[in-house]
């Protein structure tokens, strides 16, 4: 395990489970979403993410935490990967885990990347692309069907496919890297 791609829910855990695991296998850690996010909440062109995602996987060790389609399974990162990890955990758990951590940004005005905040007016808002509750609740089913199927896809035959669908088999799952850190 060298490439590693953390793929799931937002608010599932990826970024934490993602930083763990590259300090236990010793690689670079990066997070789509800090690039993707640039000041003010604007979105960096798809040209430029794909371009960071060609570089970003050029090297020979990372993991790489984030869902974006275009760079993750239909780019390089499921190209150049030879495992994913996805956190596939029930929507309540994920969202038992997102609201407290959302409030609490919210409240302490956490800034995120590149200086973005949540904001308290977004928790108000219908709109997924708004409200990363409504965001992750919306979003659950398609990760479901995505990664659901991806292990039987032939484009994706070179990949090891870890599936972790409960708190307590993250933390096991990752105590076993940290112990032997070559698997």
Same mark, same amino acid.
């Given at each position: 395990?060298?490439? +590693? *791609?953390?793929?799931?829910? *937002?608010?599932?855990?990826?970024?934490?489970?993602?930083?763990?695991?590259?300090? #236990?296998?010793?690689?670079?850690?990066?997070?789509?979403?800090?690039?993707?996010?640039?000041?003010?909440?604007?979105?960096?062109?798809?040209?430029?993410?794909?371009?960071? @995602?060609?570089?970003?996987?050029?090297?020979?060790? $990372?993991?790489?935490?984030?869902?974006?389609? #275009?760079?993750?399974?239909?780019?390089?990162?499921?190209?150049?990967?030879?495992? +994913?990890? $996805?956190?596939?955990? %029930?929507?309540?758990? /994920?969202?038992?885990?997102?609201?407290?951590?959302?409030?609490?940004? /919210?409240?302490?005005?956490?800034?995120?990347?590149?200086?973005?905040?949540?904001?308290?007016?977004?928790?108000?808002?219908?709109?997924?692309?708004?409200? /990363?509750?409504? $965001?992750s609740w919306t979003q659950?089913?398609?990760y479901e069907r995505r990664?659901?199927?991806? %292990?039987?896809?032939?484009?994706? @035959?070179?990949?090891?496919?870890?599936?972790?669908?409960?708190? @307590?088999?993250?933390?096991? $799952?990752? #105590? @076993?890297?940290?112990?032997?850190?070559?698997?």
């Amino acid at each position: 395990m060298q490439r +590693v *791609s953390v793929v799931g829910n *937002s608010g599932s855990g990826k970024s934490t489970l993602a930083r763990r695991l590259a300090r #236990a296998i010793d690689a670079p850690y990066f997070e789509i979403d800090a690039v993707h996010h640039q000041p003010g909440w604007t979105p960096i062109e798809p040209d430029a993410l794909r371009a960071w @995602a060609e570089t970003t996987t050029a090297g020979d060790r $990372w993991v790489i935490d984030g869902n974006s389609r #275009a760079i993750v399974v239909d780019g390089p990162i499921w190209r150049r990967a030879d495992t +994913v990890v $996805w956190l596939r955990l %029930p929507r309540r758990t /994920v969202m038992r885990q997102l609201v407290p951590r959302t409030l609490r940004r /919210v409240l302490l005005r956490t800034p995120l990347w590149n200086g973005n905040r949540e904001s308290l007016r977004n928790l108000y808002r219908w709109d997924p692309e708004q409200n /990363v509750i409504r $965001w992750s609740w919306t979003q659950h089913a398609k990760y479901e069907r995505r990664y659901g199927e991806a %292990p039987s896809d032939p484009r994706f @035959a070179h990949l090891r496919f870890i599936e972790l669908r409960a708190r @307590a088999d993250v933390e096991a $799952w990752l #105590a @076993a890297q940290v112990a032997e850190p070559d698997r």
